[in-house]
């Protein structure tokens, strides 16, 4: 067998587009390593999003060529291939900077990595492919699917049409394209078949998904949460990431109605002043997000809120700011991710009068103070709740297992490494500020009855 190995940089969509690389390429004798060190093929799947992100690529490479120049002069061959966004974004760009990548292909294009591979070993030179044959992509993708454990993730969306005014992507993935619901379920089916217990449906805007269902007619993400919900062993099914634009009334009742449907959603808002939020062209106010949190909470009052927030977007005021982190209070969030503003090259924001740095710093300290507290208060009112959670691997410590609660919390406990792929009530006893810990309420044999 020959040893590949892959470097995951970025959101969840390029672990999914990982993991099926590496599905692609196992039939070409290719097992995944757990080390670069004397492999055959390396591949650097990368994100785009923010700088910091794009330039541990170029750190990346200088090392692999090291690796690479050391397995030549034992006579061996390590092909290097750049993968995801930066591959887009840069194309030829990479290979001039850094000869020793032998391929560069983009996320719509890496079903033609096999072609691509044997190009470079019948030709000496390059191979580059950054088309987006999208549709092709999901035709080729093979059957079968490796799966790493009870939960898997299931790209039923890729691309963006919104062009909010500081993000690559709508550049790096393309247009939105939804796969019909037949492959999808095909899928689902697989990883069901597999043990697969817990499914996150990806997309860049997943609730905008409109794809061809079994009927002929365009079905939203609410019908095929449905349609998914009802596979035997699919038993818990989460989303993500949605634009508040397309959270429509079907998928707010699905949250009401459907068991699987788990109670967290990772809405973006990104800024809480009009102006901003007018100027990232994110097509909604403060006004429409405040009144969507309400709708959601009415269908679904224990739902979990998370959000993306940047600080500092050109422009930002003080009193934008203040906007910001009042939305943040009256929201009250679970969990959240935010970023200070990075011009990324192409995109309308990043000609615009910048924020000085530390007034970015500043600002980003003074909102991760608010949200972390949040998340804190938000463990702090599961303490003493029973909760069930799927737990999905061994813990740190022997017979230790850990898990995610329905809010997407880590959650660990002892004596349950035998309660693995299984959904098992437990009573929350701990609250740190990123997990939980919990007791098991039936010894674990009794539990796996239970579940
Ligand atoms: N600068 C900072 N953060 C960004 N994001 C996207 N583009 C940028 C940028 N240029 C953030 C947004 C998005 C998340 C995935 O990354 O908050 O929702
Ligand atoms: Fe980027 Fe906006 Fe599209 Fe999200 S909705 S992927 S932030 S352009």
Redesign the pocket.
């Known amino acids: 067998m020959k040893k590949l190995f892959i470097k995951t940089y970025g959101?969840q969509m390029n672990v999914y587009d990982s993991a099926r690389m590496a599905d692609l390429l196992a039939p070409l004798g290719y097992a995944p390593a757990d080390v670069p060190d004397a492999a055959d093929m390396v591949i650097l799947n990368t994100c785009h999003?923010?700088e910091k992100a794009s330039d541990k690529v170029y750190s990346e490479l200088g090392k692999l060529k090291l690796l690479k120049d050391e397995k030549a002069q034992s006579g061996g061959k390590m092909l290097i291939a750049v993968a995801g966004c930066v591959a887009q974004a840069e194309g030829e760009e990479i290979i001039k900077r850094q000869g020793a990548v032998d391929i560069v292909v983009g996320p719509q294009s890496y079903h033609r990595l096999p072609e691509l591979i044997a190009r470079i070993n019948r030709e000496k030179g390059h191979a580059l492919d950054t088309d987006f044959p999208v549709e092709e992509k999901f035709d080729t993708l093979p059957e079968e699917i490796g799966t790493n454990g009870p939960t898997a993730f299931l790209t039923v969306q890729e691309g963006c049409d919104k062009f909010c005014t500081?993000?690559?992507v709508p550049y790096t993935r393309g247009a939105e394209y939804s796969r019909p619901v037949a492959q999808i379920e095909r899928e689902a089916r697989t990883l069901a078949g597999k043990g697969v217990r817990e499914i996150t449906l990806l997309g860049q805007n997943v609730n905008a998904y409109s794809g061809e269902g079994p009927d002929g007619e365009t079905w939203s993400l609410a019908k095929l949460v449905r349609r998914l919900a009802k596979i035997q062993g699919v038993d818990r099914i989460r989303y993500t990431?949605s634009h508040p634009r397309d959270m429509s009334d079907d998928l707010i009742e699905a949250h009401r109605d459907v068991e699987a449907l788990m109670p967290y959603l990772h809405l973006?808002v990104?800024s809480g002043s009009d102006r901003i939020l007018d100027a990232m062209n994110r097509q909604h106010t403060r006004d429409d997000y405040l009144r969507l949190v309400e709708r959601i909470r009415a269908a679904r009052p224990d739902i979990a809120l998370s959000s993306?927030?940047?600080v500092g977007f050109p422009g930002e005021t003080d009193k934008d700011f203040a906007d910001t982190m009042a939305l943040a209070r009256a929201v009250g969030y679970a969990s959240h991710?935010s970023?200070?503003?990075?011009?990324?090259p192409g995109?309308p924001a990043a000609t615009q009068k910048q924020v000085p740095e530390d007034v970015k710093a500043a600002r980003l300290e003074e909102l991760q103070e608010l949200l972390f507290a949040q998340q804190r208060a938000f463990n702090r009112s599961c303490e003493g709740r029973t909760l069930d959670v799927l737990f999905e691997k061994p813990g740190r410590q022997a017979g230790q297992a850990i898990g995610r609660s329905p809010f997407l919390q880590p959650v660990h406990a002892d004596n349950a490494a035998d309660l693995i792929g299984r959904i098992v009530p437990v009573k929350i006893e701990k609250v740190f500020p990123n997990s939980l810990s919990a007791r098991l309420l039936y010894p674990s044999r009794m539990a796996e009855a239970v579940s």
């Open positions: 959101c999003i923010r500081f993000c690559v990431t973006p990104q993306d927030f940047i991710f970023f200070k503003y990075s011009p990324r995109t």
